[in-house]
């Protein structure tokens, strides 16, 4: 079982930035491939990045790419998500999301997921 704290979210300017937080607790967190996914008013969850349980692997939506970076301390239980020039089309909750094995996209291939952080960024 492991159980997922959000936190960093805020409200930010366009081109500002935030780095997300994604506390783990479980003994196991460094078998867990993890992801971040967001979700806007109206629209469906999507995945935004994810990285493999050693860090050795990370992958990003496209329209991320270059401007978000994941990243993972598995000696702290931690997933970062640090998004730089932020765009007012990033206004979304985000949510990380675990799953032992491999890295994937799919939402609904991984396991437990935290309650979300609210990211609001002004135009």
């Known amino acids: 079982q492991v159980q997922l704290v959000e936190s960093g979210g805020g409200l930010v300017q366009a081109g500002g930035s935030l780095r997300l937080s994604c506390a783990a607790s479980?003994?196991?967190?460094?078998?867990?491939?993890m992801g971040w996914f967001r979700q806007a008013p109206g629209k469906e969850r999507e995945f935004v990045a994810g990285?493999?349980?050693?860090?050795?692997?990370?992958y990003y939506a496209d329209s991320v790419k270059g401007r978000f970076t994941i990243s993972r301390d598995n000696a702290k239980n931690t997933v970062y998500l640090q998004m730089v020039s932020l765009k007012p089309e990033d206004t979304a909750v985000y949510y990380c999301a675990a799953r032992q094995k491999i890295l994937v996209t799919g939402e609904h291939l991984y396991d437990y997921w935290g309650q979300g952080t609210q990211v609001t960024v002004s135009s």
């Open positions: 990285i493999s349980w050693n860090g050795g692997s990370t």
């Open positions: 479980g003994r196991t967190f460094s078998s867990y491939a």
